[in-house]
């Protein structure tokens, strides 16, 4: 068996579905976590040694460095069993919908995370919501609906319910209020509260490191 690394931030985020990932299928690995606002990170970024593209998420497996941050939850499950990744092509497929639909809302509010203008990041925020929440909350709001309203893909936990879960949860955490208008999306409401309470990783979710975002 491989050993396991992975490093992020100490933060849920881009990181959180690979941990997520390797409780589910049982398997150990270090978890190692640097602080984004801290002194070491800046000085380590640019060993492209360790860090291929100056960014993480990186896992290393058995010393073979792996980033992107899709790539690794794909890896990861693909490696192990319990067909997180889907069954089928048709379901590898919508996986990777949901995951390139995650990926353009991390890149859609990245702005407003960045600015330390309360004004703009307001402005920032409500283009974000407008232009990428929207059509991307409508979509997994009707998905899930079709889908029987418990989970996204193949009426089983997949890749696609961690992401998912992972990404709201980001928001409902943030600093940036975004509650109220998740709240006009009920069975988005209702999948989230499921996940939490009443899955696989409802005890992981219980103790896993409080982070910020
Ligand atoms: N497409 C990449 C994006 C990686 C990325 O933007 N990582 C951010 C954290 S989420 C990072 O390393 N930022 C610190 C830096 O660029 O110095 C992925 O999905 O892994």
Redesign the pocket.
């Known amino acids: 068996m491989p050993n396991y690394k992975l490093t ?2 100490d ?1 849920r ?3 959180e579905p690979a941990r997520m990932l390797f409780h589910l299928v049982g398997q150990k690995y270090e978890d190692i976590r640097y602080d ?1 606002e801290g002194q070491e ?2 000085k380590i ?1 640019g060993d492209r040694k360790r860090f291929p ?5 990186v896992l290393d497996v058995d010393g073979e460095l792996l ?4 790539a ?1 939850y794909r890896y990861i499950a693909r490696q192990f069993p319990g067909d997180y990744y889907g069954k089928n092509n048709m379901e590898c497929a919508r996986i990777d919908e949901i995951l390139g639909i995650v ?1 353009d809302i ?1 890149i859609a509010i990245t702005p407003a995370f960045e600015t330390p203008d309360a004004t703009k990041r307001e402005a920032d925020l409500a283009k974000c919501r407008d232009s990428t929440l929207k059509p991307s909350w409508d979509f997994f709001s009707e998905s899930l609906q079709k889908a029987g309203g418990k989970y996204f893909i193949g009426n089983r936990l997949t890749l696609a319910d961690l992401v998912i879960f992972n990404s709201i949860d980001f928001f409902l955490d943030s600093t940036i209020g975004l509650k109220t208008y998740f709240e006009s999306y009920p069975n988005l409401v209702k999948f989230y509260e499921s996940f939490k309470n009443d899955s696989p990783l409802t005890q992981y979710l219980k103790d896993r490191k409080f982070t910020k975002y």
Do not use: N
């Open positions: 992020y931030f933060a985020a881009r990181g984004f990170w800046p970024k593209l100056g960014q993480l998420v980033t992107q941050s899709r690794i990926a991390e």
